[in-house]
């Protein structure tokens, strides 16, 4: 099972409102709970395993994105004591931490496509590799966590983030 879900406000605390809190939890941290306690029946019976996205941002944090970097670290926080919580069962959890994937999350915008361009140059240059990820390399972890080459690798956050989190 793969949980794959978030909302990113971009505010300042001073701007946010109770509601973006709501939103974020919601859609990050609630669904996720949410989808896993339901999916749990089937995992057990089938020793599947559970992979939750995460984000760069649940470390790597950066102003403006508080609802954001605190529902990521929630999601790896689950992670981690499910993890443990179903070890014995044979079951296994992990998360991927993605950087910035090239996607069209990016296109989403009220910028010209000049200044949208100038902005993913400037989120590239902050990247140690200097460039965005592809969604195939996402996708790639995700295949080997689901894998039996993974079988004994649990309770891990893999970073796919150009080494970002590591700056």
């Given at each position: 099972?793969?949980?794959?879900?978030?909302?990113?406000?971009?505010?300042?605390?001073?701007?946010?409102?109770?509601?973006?809190?709501?939103?974020?939890?919601?859609?990050?941290?609630?669904?996720?709970?949410?989808?896993?306690?339901?999916?749990?029946?089937?995992?057990?019976?089938?020793r599947g395993n559970i992979i939750n996205l995460s984000s760069v941002g649940a470390t790597h944090r950066a102003a403006n994105l508080s609802m954001y970097v605190g529902a990521k670290a929630a999601v790896e926080n689950f992670t981690r004591v499910?993890?443990?919580?179903?070890a014995a069962e044979g079951i296994r959890v992990n998360a991927i931490a993605p950087g910035a994937i090239d996607t069209n999350i990016w296109n989403v915008t009220d910028l010209s496509a000049e200044a949208a361009q100038k902005h993913r140059d400037g989120i590239a240059s902050g990247i140690p590799?200097?460039?965005?990820?592809?969604?195939?390399?996402?996708a790639n972890v995700t295949a080997f966590l689901a894998?039996?080459?993974?079988?004994?690798?649990?309770?891990?956050?893999?970073?796919?983030?150009g080494a970002q989190g590591a700056a």
């Amino acid at each position: 099972m793969v949980n794959n879900a978030g909302w990113c406000p971009v505010q300042p605390l001073s701007e946010m409102k109770i509601e973006d809190y709501d939103r974020a939890f919601s859609l990050d941290v609630r669904a996720l709970v949410n989808m896993t306690i339901h999916a749990l029946p089937l995992i057990r019976k089938t020793r599947g395993n559970i992979i939750n996205l995460s984000s760069v941002g649940a470390t790597h944090r950066a102003a403006n994105l508080s609802m954001y970097v605190g529902a990521k670290a929630a999601v790896e926080n689950f992670t981690r004591v499910w993890a443990i919580e179903l070890a014995a069962e044979g079951i296994r959890v992990n998360a991927i931490a993605p950087g910035a994937i090239d996607t069209n999350i990016w296109n989403v915008t009220d910028l010209s496509a000049e200044a949208a361009q100038k902005h993913r140059d400037g989120i590239a240059s902050g990247i140690p590799m200097k460039r965005f990820g592809a969604p195939r390399e996402v996708a790639n972890v995700t295949a080997f966590l689901a894998s039996d080459e993974a079988s004994y690798v649990s309770g891990a956050v893999y970073a796919v983030d150009g080494a970002q989190g590591a700056a």
